[in-house]
């Protein structure tokens, strides 16, 4: 079974461009979850997605959104890019149905880099 | 106030000895869930164990294990055994209410860094 991809790896773009990062979940799961982890600090939830719904939103500005696509694939979008805005950018998904529903697998996530 | 505390910034440990980390929690929901991650030096984070705030048992998953004091609030997680490859942060997280519609997201703790020491 194929686990919960990313892309790109890494990105690079400065200050005030726009940024696309792209999540694809495991098979049969419907919901996505976004978070958001600076250098040397803990995750920050940003967005939760489900059934193409955005469900919860974290403590972030409204420069950052996304959607979820009919195939349950996730994009999340950052425009105005600020120098602290780097950070490691994790993408996690769930089935929230059935006996494991609370698990969340992340992917390997993208590093986005603002200079 | 931190929903999710873990004291140990760092700890040490030798090879084949087990080594417990520290996690303590705040909610006033009666439902939740703990959860615990490893995120090697790659950053990919790695699910260990779930524990639930109505499992009577505490969760083991081969050489992980939840020592779960709902009392206390505090859900720590013991590795036996360590191994190099054991080396690495871990994540301390809880998600609140399982009722239909309550929010899912997890809120993380601010991590443990474990070195094992050959």
């Known amino acids: 079974e194929a686990g919960v991809t990313q892309s790109p790896t890494h990105l690079i773009k400065t200050r005030g461009q726009q940024a696309t990062l792209r999540c694809s979940p495991i098979?049969?799961?419907?919901?996505v979850y976004w978070y958001q982890q600076a250098l040397g600090l803990g995750l920050q939830f940003l967005l939760w997605?489900?059934?193409?719904?955005?469900?919860n939103r974290g403590n972030f500005p409204p420069r950052f959104s996304g959607r979820q696509f009919p195939n349950y694939s996730s994009e999340l979008n950052v425009n105005a890019l600020e120098l602290e805005d780097s950070a490691l950018y994790l993408c996690a998904s769930s089935s929230d149905r059935g006996r494991k529903s609370y698990e969340q697998y992340f992917g390997p996530g993208t590093r986005l880099t603002v200079t | 106030a931190q929903k999710i505390t873990q004291t140990q910034p760092g700890m040490f440990v030798q090879e084949k000895e087990a080594v417990t980390l520290d996690c303590t929690y705040d909610?006033?929901?009666?439902?939740?869930?703990l959860f615990w991650y490893k995120q090697p030096s790659s950053g990919e984070m790695i699910f260990l164990i779930y524990q639930g705030s109505y499992d009577e048992q505490n969760a083991t998953e081969g050489r992980y294990s939840l020592n779960f004091q709902k009392a206390r609030k505090s859900a720590n997680l013991v590795i036996s055994a360590s191994q190099l490859g054991d080396s690495a942060m871990y994540f301390c997280?809880?998600?609140?209410?399982?009722?239909?519609?309550?929010?899912?997201?997890?809120?993380f703790g601010s991590g443990t860094q474990l070195t094992v020491l050959p």
């Open positions: 098979s049969g799961h419907t919901s």
């Open positions: 997280a809880m998600r609140e209410g399982r009722e239909l519609g309550s929010a899912r997201q997890l809120t």
């Open positions: 909610t006033s929901d009666q439902s939740y869930g």
């Open positions: 997605y489900d059934e193409g719904e955005e469900r």
